[in-house]
């Protein structure tokens, strides 16, 4: 199978079928040696440092906060976006 008739199966899956493909590809990337190997401890402390950097942008009236529904529906309508490119390209 070629990866675009791969893709033209994928865009078929619902939500759920496409976090399931992700979250599988991630797994063999990581075993493929993808993503760094950070000790949890030192994942936890960047972590811990960028929440602090947040909150204190926020504190300080840095950044502009956006309600989650406003984000989720950006995010649907960036997601519905590629999706009909992505369809478009593959002729579907």
Not at 23 to 41: H, K, R, W
């Amino acid at each position: 199978m070629t990866v675009e008739e791969m893709e033209r199966e994928l865009i078929k899956l619902d939500a759920d079928g496409r976090s399931r493909v992700y979250y599988f590809l991630l797994d063999l990337m990581e075993q493929d040696g993808f993503s760094e190997d950070i000790p949890e401890e030192e994942y936890d402390r960047l972590w811990a440092e960028e929440c602090k950097r947040r909150c204190e942008e926020i504190d300080a009236g840095k950044v502009e906060l956006i309600p989650a529904e406003e984000v989720f529906a950006r995010a649907r309508a960036k997601l519905t976006k590629r999706q009909f490119e992505l369809a478009g390209k593959l002729k579907l």
